[in-house]
């Protein structure tokens, strides 16, 4: 009877097993193909999901008429946590390595990354200095895809080997959920890029080669904290430090400055940028034929009268208010009663809203010689950035396309261009919750390794980041005047992102090798 039952039993449950795997497979059928298994399929939500193997191609580029053939690797490497125990992040990375080299552990090397902060690095990495550059063609909106992909000319290949390197959380870099406070902020960024830096010398050999940084925006900011760090944490000296769209002391941005009253700094550093715009988009009452001389009558003009009109505050007379209103409208372009009803005080996002409103457009942001319609005419500020709107569809598609096709990588991975609106950043340095300002950190390296060089590039449309911001803290840093020779200044008529205009690309590169073989001893 008990066996029976037993066997009963058995073909009852095979055949109920039977039924539920028809209506699976009916169910599936409904569905249609399923995509593949990815990155988080199955993973915990407090584990890393597996890393993806590193993964090595070879090609060429030519660079000014020299072909270089290259081995590029595309992969991560591991952070550990404070104690060095556990993996709480990986940060992805494209090295480029030039082939043929005959001791390659003393080529120099550069990490480069933009910033944000929550920026990946596709666009110094397909832009810049990669073997392959986007091409833009014009300051209006791109064309919808196929986009293309071109051999870039001006790849710093040909003095340096490369390493692009994304931020946690940005690009394929991962991190560990509920250890993101370990990694936004601007000492915790700091931290990772060190650790990573120092990771990757010693993976690949290089603790003897010529050592660089390039931050472009936020990545300078970066760069500074990093020049101190990788000092103090691991007594690496750094041979250079190359600065692109600088911003180091975050009370001198030109974005918003009416939050933080009383300080006219932004207003007088970006003058030069309101100019050379208005300039560019023929909207200056006077004919200036030499744009660089314009410029240094602005930059006269914005710390003399001006700076000391904006000092005297409420204590200046309506006559030299008049004047200085008057002077500039002559070099904004911007109505003289405007002007006034600022008191004297413009900030970014109005003047890119209010230079072209009479024609419905507003001006870029990152680069002001980009121009897009308004979408509020009546609005105070720019309700967008008409030059990131422009790129940003051509570089994500030709990056993702590039990476799986060419770097064989990141198949069955999302590519995180930015992280904007899933971090919250730290804006606390040193202990400090006042505003950023990390000029102190440049500074210290620079005193305690006197032979560290410095050089900014900073385009004269780029309203982000104003060029004379740049110049004006670099040249206020706490450093002896003698070392104020180690500090290299390059200007172009293009934006934020320089290499977005073809013959400042050239130059960018030009210039940047010849500083990167100024800043070291070629091995015999």
């Not at 399923?34 to 580029?61: C, F, I, R």
């Not at 080529?107 to 073997?131: K, Q």
């Not at 010529?210 to 020049?227: C, D, I, Q």
């Not at 009370?251 to 940028?273: A, E, V």
Request: negative net charge; proline residues 6%.
């Amino acid at each position: 009877m008990n066996k029976r039952l037993n066997l009963l039993i058995i073909v009852v449950c095979f055949q109920l097993g039977m039924l539920a795997m028809h209506f699976q497979t009916q169910a599936q059928e409904r569905r249609g193909p399923q995509p593949p298994a990815t990155e988080n399929a199955g993973q915990q939500k407090d584990k890393l999901p597996p890393a993806q193997p590193d993964v090595t191609t070879t090609g060429s580029v030519t660079v000014e008429g020299q072909r270089i053939d290259y081995q590029a690797v595309a992969g991560t490497i591991p952070l550990l946590d404070e104690n060095e125990q556990d993996t709480t992040a990986r940060m992805f990375y494209v090295a480029y390595f030039k082939q043929g080299v005959s001791d390659v552990s003393t080529r120099p090397l550069t990490f480069l990354y933009n910033g944000g902060p929550g920026s990946a690095t596709i666009w110094l990495h397909m832009g810049a200095f990669g073997p392959r550059r986007v091409v833009i063609d014009s300051t209006i909106h791109m064309h919808g895809a196929p986009y293309e992909l071109v051999n870039n000319d001006y790849s710093l290949l040909d003095a340096t080997d490369l390493v692009f390197v994304d931020a946690p959380g940005t690009g394929f870099s991962r991190v560990m959920p509920g250890k993101e406070k370990d990694y936004y902020g601007v000492d915790q960024d700091g931290r990772a890029f060190s650790q990573f830096i120092m990771r990757f010398i010693t993976k690949y050999g290089r603790w003897n080669s010529p050592k660089f940084l390039f931050g472009e925006s936020y990545g300078t900011t970066r760069s500074a904290v990093l020049s101190s760090m990788l000092q103090n944490m691991y007594d690496i000296d750094l041979n250079g430090v190359i600065l692109l769209s600088q911003i180091l002391s975050f009370d001198n941005s030109i974005d918003g400055p009416s939050r933080n009253p009383g300080n006219d700094m932004p207003y007088i550093l970006g003058l030069p940028t309101f100019a050379a715009t208005a300039w560019y988009h023929h909207q200056l009452p006077k004919n200036h034929p030499d744009l660089e001389a314009f410029i240094r009558e602005v930059e006269n003009f914005a710390t003399g009268a001006y700076a000391q009109a904006l000092m005297k505050g409420a204590t200046l007379d309506p006559n030299t208010f008049n004047q200085i209103a008057e002077q500039l409208h002559q070099y904004t372009g911007l109505d003289v009663d405007y002007i006034k009803k600022a008191n004297l005080r413009v900030d970014g996002g109005e003047f890119e809203q209010q230079l072209l409103n009479k024609q419905g457009l507003t001006t870029g942001r990152l680069d002001t010689r980009f121009s897009g319609p308004s979408l509020d005419i009546l609005s105070q500020r720019a309700n967008y950035d008409p030059q990131s709107e422009a790129i940003s569809g051509a570089y994500v598609s030709l990056f993702n396309d590039y990476v799986r096709k060419v770097l064989k990588y990141g198949q069955n991975m999302d590519y995180h261009p930015t992280i904007y609106g899933r971090m919250q950043w730290d804006w606390t340095h040193g202990g400090s919750r006042m505003g950023v300002n990390v000029m102190n950190d440049l500074a210290t390296a620079m005193k305690k390794n006197p032979t560290l060089k410095v050089l900014l590039n900073a385009g004269y449309y780029d309203l982000a980041t104003p060029f004379y911001e740049g110049v004006y803290e670099l040249q206020h840093l706490p450093i002896p005047n003698d070392l104020q020779k180690n500090i290299a200044y390059a200007f172009y008529e293009s934006g934020h992102m320089v290499y977005l205009h073809v013959p400042s690309l050239k130059q960018l590169h030009d210039r940047t090798k010849q500083f990167i073989e100024s800043c070291y001893t070629p091995a015999h």
